[in-house]
């Protein structure tokens, strides 16, 4: 049964979903607030055993708005898993739900400073500074220095650059992350978020005492509608290649194969840096086409830091960032929930219950 329909539309209507059938199904629920703002609540389940020899990690939210599909993903592994788990095999699952909640409400894809998440996860010796050439020469393009209510559409402009450089290298450009725009598009902080610093606490231990974890971050935006991919953003083992290959149905993308989506600071090379035993994969759904995404991305960060809170400009940015990341098309939905319950099965079947 295709359940896409009764996909929750708010941050806390979400919460509330998936913590009413965490409970209603018996799994352990730990809601914690990793920033400082106790309405906002990051949703730590598990199901299984306390120490299982495998773990499957499915986090969702780390870039805010994109926790809509997250959090429908992990309420149908709810639904139709919970049951799916052999105790012989001494298996587990953790659910991570909303890692960044303050841009899951907001309808923001960074953080309550602007920091993109998923750009902040450096490693020892990496420092918080810097942006590529391509991104200072694109940064009046992208980050607007106020409210930009009469311009050429930002499709054309996009167009042109384009024309000029292609997009793998417009792409590039802005993805990578930049450390130098406090309030611009990928900033990614000037230090360790207290988000980083919390899963470093909470998340790591869990991963880091299993002798084999395979973790999922879900993310939204990048690739053909509907479909998922695995974006895999650090060295894997032959084993492990072979093993994402059949259960991704082979749709696995590396850095090499595609510039347009490596990025500095991001999550998957943080856990598998600090927990080598863990396959760390970006779980990416497609939505729009890029240059689409990224004007919607522009246009809520002009509202958010030069807008006017209320007005119908900020609600429209605000509802077209949505739509960019968590779009309303029935035929969508159903898609991604039945691909997403597929990928499922196949994680089950050959790999968790192994």
């Given at each position: 049964?295709?359940e896409?329909?009764?996909w929750a539309?708010?941050?806390h209507?979400?919460?509330?979903q998936?913590?009413?059938l ?14 400082d ?14 120490r299982p020899?495998?773990l ?14 997250g ?7 709810i ?11 001494e298996?587990?699952i ?15 894809r ?8 998923n750009r902040n996860f450096?490693l020892?010796g990496?420092?918080?500074q810097?942006?590529?050439?391509g ?8 980050n ?9 559409p930002?499709?054309?402009q ?7 450089h ?17 309030s611009?598009?990928f ?15 909470v998340?790591?231990?869990?991963i ?21 991919q695995f ?16 259960l ?9 194969e ?7 600071g991001?999550f998957n090379?943080?856990i598998?840096?600090h927990?080598?035993?863990?396959s760390?994969?970006c779980l990416?759904?497609?939505t ?31 509802n ?6 968590f ?14 319950k ?13």
């Open positions: 049964m295709d896409s329909n009764s539309e708010t941050y209507d979400c919460v509330e998936v913590v009413d965490g409970t209603q199904h018996g799994w352990t629920i730990d809601s914690q607030s990793l920033v703002h106790e309405l906002y609540r990051t949703t730590f389940m598990k199901l299984g055993p306390e020899r495998k499957l990690v499915v986090t969702s939210g780390l870039h805010g708005v994109e926790g809509f599909l959090s429908a993903i992990q309420a149908m592994i639904r139709h898993f919970s049951n799916r788990l052999d105790p012989e095999r298996s587990a953790l659910l991570v739900h909303a890692i960044n909640p303050f841009g899951f409400d907001q309808l923001r960074f953080d309550e400073n602007n920091v993109d998440l450096l020892r990496e420092e918080y810097g942006a590529n050439e991104y200072r020469n694109l940064n009046r393009l992208l607007p220095p106020n409210w930009p209510r009469f311009e050429i930002f499709a054309l996009a167009g042109w650059k384009i024309a000029r292609g997009l793998n290298s417009l792409q590039r450009a802005v993805a990578g992350g930049q450390y130098d725009y406090p611009g598009l900033f990614g902080g000037q230090e360790p978020t207290r988000t980083l610093r919390a899963l470093e606490k998340l790591l231990p869990e880091q005492s299993t002798p084999a974890t395979l973790h999922f971050d879900i993310h939204s935006g990048l690739g053909l509608s509907g479909e998922y974006l895999v953003g650090h060295e894997l083992s032959a084993e492990e290649i072979g093993l994402l290959k059949v991704s149905a082979n749709r696995m993308k590396f850095p090499e595609d510039k347009a989506y490596e990025a500095k991001n090379r943080w598998r840096h927990a080598p035993m863990a760390s994969i990416e759904y497609g729009f086409p890029p240059v689409e995404v990224l004007g919607a991305l522009r246009a809520e960060n002009a509202a958010h830091h030069w807008g006017e809170p209320g007005s119908n400009h900020f609600r429209e940015a605000k077209r960032l949505k739509e960019a990341f779009p309303s098309s029935r035929s969508w939905r159903s898609r991604v929930y039945n691909e997403s597929s990928l499922f099965d196949r994680i089950f079947d050959l790999w968790l219950n192994q």
